[in-house]
């Protein structure tokens, strides 16, 4: 707990300064950040309940923006859908009828993240030219093997899926 008080002191002070001390520096050097930082829960009540420090939530509190659940604003789901699956397969993959049906139905209660995750893992999985309704609802009821993959083949066709790129495989 001291290690993390002690990280936040220096935090706050870099973010007030404007300043940091970079290892083996004579001297400070300018800082220009932004911060972004989301929460699912509210930071106001942690403060109160002494979870949340009240001047790291001050500084936090410069902007602030509410955004609604994705399961409250499904009008963007096709879009995100659309544009994660160009983007996790470089264009070479699409949803069927079944597909987008099983998408529209399920809340998506972790949000884009859990969007991004599902279709990350049906993608990797198996790479097909068209996603099924039955991955995606095999991924939502944890069916999908998301295990090590061994199969050279599957290693293969991901690494070509993802450009080559292993980390994004």
Not at 121 to 145: H, S
């Amino acid at each position: 707990i001291t290690r993390y008080v002690s990280r936040v002191t220096r935090f706050l002070g870099a973010l007030s300064t404007r300043q940091v001390w970079l290892m083996g520096a004579p001297g400070p050097s300018p800082l220009r950040v932004r911060v972004l930082a989301t929460s699912n829960v509210s930071l106001e009540k942690a403060v109160n309940a002494g979870a949340f420090r009240s001047d790291l939530l001050g500084r936090l509190q410069v902007m602030r923006l509410t955004t609604l659940p994705l399961r409250e604003r499904r009008e963007d789901l096709g879009i995100l859908v659309s544009e994660l699956t160009r983007r996790l397969s470089g264009g070479k993959t699409t949803l069927d009828r079944s597909a987008w049906d099983a998408v529209s139905r399920y809340d998506w209660p972790r949000n884009e993240r859990q969007v991004r995750n599902c279709l990350t893992a049906v993608i990797g999985a198996q790479p097909p030219a068209t996603i099924t309704g039955k991955a995606i609802t095999g991924w939502i009821e944890g069916a999908v093997k998301t295990g090590p993959i061994e199969d050279e083949a599957t290693i293969r066709s991901v690494l070509l899926l993802m450009g080559g790129d292993r980390n994004r495989a």
